[in-house]
């Protein structure tokens, strides 16, 4: 029997495989997914069918709002992609009760989700794909220039400025989506978590360990998570890609924290890791280098490398 979208036997439908693993057992939400009694609930509002996007027209997706019990001034921001499942109280991240659990203990400042799925099209049956996987603007964009403001007047409120107050979050293509976010607007988004991050080339987004390497370091601080039983399809294999990701990171001298497990290609793992995540983003990890580090580090390699040329 003949398989016309096989590639030497190996079939991209295989993604389907690492959604559920062995190496998913012992991952469970974190403890901050169930608060308790005296922990003020945040208020959940939906937004459904939203079409009025500029940037992809003739679309619609539905918005998931959460907000804290308390607010007040420049809020916090999380930016959700595929957001229906972070929001899930039943699923493997439950993002709405860890935040809750998070600002209770004041770990970190009061902050609005804003859980965003996917644009539907009638004509575009890729749609998420093109929004998640593109390497522009154009998604950051729509969400800068477009939803964004809509939420802020809609529901009162008021999102800080400060790009170390708001955080990209995905999985998948959702994943590379909210580190992209973060590449193309540094001044607007300061932090990611990326959750089996599609670093592979769906659009070009395996050249992004390249970028990281050759590009002036963004002042941004991500946090990556993958696992041994993640994706491996024609398209790439998800977790030497997020490890060639993480080198870069370092390689560049950026802040950031990778976390390789045993899962696959689902969040469990980020879920168990969720509230750590938060906490680590909002704290100081000592980890990148600074411009003088850099300064220090070229000159050292500098030295380094006459002194092998004298020996040629």
């Known amino acids: 029997m003949s398989h016309p979208e096989a ?3 190996r079939l991209n439908a295989e993604i389907l495989l690492s959604l559920d693993v062995a190496g998913d057992a012992g991952y ?4 901050e997914a169930y608060p308790s009694a005296d922990v003020a609930s945040s208020t959940l509002v939906h937004i459904r069918d939203w079409d009025e996007s500029r940037i992809y027209p003739d679309t619609k997706r539905d918005i998931r709002i959460s907000m804290p019990a308390k607010i007040g001034g420049d809020l916090g921001l999380l930016v959700c992609q595929d957001g229906k499942d972070y929001v ?8 709405i009760q860890v935040l809750d659990s998070l600002m209770h203990r004041g770990e970190i400042p009061p902050t609005v989700g804003v859980f965003i799925d996917p644009g539907q099209s009638e004509s575009e049956p890729r749609q998420r794909n093109l929004e998640y996987d593109a390497m522009n603007d154009s ?8 939803v964004l403001p809509i939420v802020e007047r809609k529901f009162d409120l008021r999102f800080s400025k400060d790009p170390a107050q708001r955080v990209a979050m995905g999985i998948s293509s959702g994943g590379i989506c909210a580190f992209n976010m973060a590449w193309q607007r540094p001044e607007s988004f300061g932090k990611v978590i990326s959750h089996c991050g599609s670093f592979v080339n769906i659009s070009g987004g395996h050249e992004y360990p390249l970028l990281v390497r050759n590009e002036a370091r963004k002042p941004i601080k991500v946090f990556l998570q993958s696992g041994a039983g993640d994706v491996d399809i024609p398209l790439g294999n998800w977790p030497m890609a997020n490890q060639q990701m993480a080198a870069a990171l370092e390689f560049a001298g950026y802040d950031y924290r990778f976390e390789f497990g045993t899962g696959g290609h689902n969040r469990r793992h980020g879920g168990a890791l969720f509230a750590e995540s938060m906490r680590w ?5 000592g980890v990148g280098r600074t411009s003088a580090e850099d300064d220090a580090l070229a000159s050292e390699l500098s030295e380094r490398i006459r002194a092998v040329q004298k020996t040629i």
């Not at 998604?139 to 477009?146: H, N, P, S």
């Open 88 to 95: 899930d109280s039943e699923g493997a991240v439950r993002a």
């Open 28 to 31: 469970h939400p974190c403890a």
């Open 281 to 285: 983003l909002y704290r100081e990890s």
């Open 139 to 146: 998604y950051v964009t729509m969400i800068e220039d477009e």
């Open 7 to 9: 590639v030497n036997g």
